[in-house]
């Protein structure tokens, strides 16, 4: 639609040449018809309104010629002069019904085809023409260069408005001998004037609005897909640093230790250290394989609902006896099931609390309590260690980041990523404690068990 909007002749050597959807290349006008705003491409919501108004046009234009063709009856003269009116009649109000019923099929043959909007000008000049000009169909006559700038532009409305003029000269000249005749023409003119003016400002409008919503729409999407990207990045870089990286961490301190019993030669000692650095090592490859899996699976898979509570227990048995570090799980309230997803971030904060604790911390217990409610989740992770050097602010954070430390703004994002709240700080017992409260639907959570079930059970 957007090429045929400018039907009438070329801008010349200096235009711009732009395509139409009806295979013409057309010089985009320059000057004072450079205001003529192209359709947006891609965007059809302005095409579809502006279609509507032409629609809401073309219904006045026959509203109009039903109500004043009886006058133009009225004044014809009978014999040729009266079939003539008569037929000028019943094809305007055709080429109107059929603009309004069918517009998708009309519509483009008269993008096309400016001529049939002139045809149509005759058929109203008829009428005006042996109904007066105080007549309903001087009214008809506005909504031609009101169409011709919906569907032109400025040169469209020029041309057309320059036509309707010439029409209404002729009218005033044939009836100037009746009074009033020549108010109702200059009133009609201005009304023309206004009508293509109007037009065109209306088809400027919403097609610079197409445009800037077809841009902002496109600078949403790419901003999406950033956004999306960074949030990816962040993911695997999170996964990394909890699985693999950790692995190929104690790979590299059991491959220092095989080296130290080395220089022993003590054969126990080195099966023993060689059986670790090998163990780290297929952990390491299956931990890599999971990750790749994640990446290469489907995204809109749901995970199923996780108890919490036994993948917790089993994480810190093996923590304990990987490290010998007494670790107590506590745990009140409802069953702790959470989506998959959020069960799998939790998991990883613990993980993440524990090997600090381990690490950095020099920890010789550690308290993992949960606490569940109608609605919320509460996690709490306590040792005995030395304590956060400096307290977890978003500085200090930021610091510990650019250090190489990546954990703690790990646990944070993880949080961050269910709805949840992530607190760093020293506990009662000078060590470090982390909490963690996420927000849950009642729904979700199963009821506790009552007293007789758990009789039942035990």
Known sequence: MDGILHPFGSAGRTGRRW???????????????????????GVRLQLNALQALCRQAFAVRLAAIA????????????????????????LGVMGSYAMLRDWDRFGPRLLAHPTLMALDLTFGAVLLLTASPASPLAYATVCTPLLSGLLYGW??????????????????????????????????????IGAGIIGVTLRNLMFRFGTASQALSEATSR???AEAVDSERARLAREMHDSVAKTLHGL????????????????????????????AARIAAAESRTLLSDLRRHTDLTD?????????????????????????????????????????????IVSEALENAHRHAGASAVTVELDVSAHEFS??????????????????????????????????????????????????????????????????????????????HA
């Open 19 to 41: 395509s139409s959807p009806f295979g013409r290349r057309r010089e985009r006008p320059t000057g004072y018809l450079a205001d003529d705003a192209p359709a947006p491409g």
């Open 67 to 90: 109500i004043g063709a009886p006058f133009a009856m009225t004044n014809a003269t009978d014999g040729l002069p009266r079939y003539g009116v008569l037929a000028a009649a019943v």
């Open 155 to 192: 040169r469209g409305a020029g041309v057309f408005t320059g036509l309707q003029f010439i029409v209404l000269l002729t009218v005033f000249r044939a009836w100037e001998h009746r009074p009033g005749a020549g108010a109702n023409t200059l009133l009609v003119a201005g009304f023309c």
């Open 223 to 225: 901003l999406a897909v």
């Open 252 to 279: 590299a301190l059991a491959a220092e230790a095989l080296a130290a019993s080395a220089d022993g030669a003590d054969p126990v000692a080195l099966k023993r250290q060689a059986t670790v650095v090998a163990d």
């Open 304 to 348: 199923p609902d996780t108890d919490v509570l036994p993948e917790l227990r089993s994480m810190t048995s093996d923590f304990e006896a990987r490290t010998r570090i007494a670790v107590v799980v506590r745990h009140r309230g409802a069953n702790p099931v959470l989506p998959g997803t959020a069960a799998h971030h939790v998991l990883a």
């Open 379 to 456: 996690l709490h992770v306590r040792d005995d260690g030395v304590g956060l050097p400096t307290p977890a602010t978003p500085a200090t954070l930021a610091a510990w980041t650019r250090s190489g430390h990546f954990g703690l703004l790990g646990m944070t994002e993880r949080a961050a990523c269910v709805g949840g709240l992530l607190a760093l700080d020293r506990s009662s017992r000078g060590g470090t404690e982390v909490r963690l409260t996420l927000p849950l639907p009642s729904a979700a959570l199963p009821s506790p068990p009552t007293p007789q079930e758990e009789a039942a």
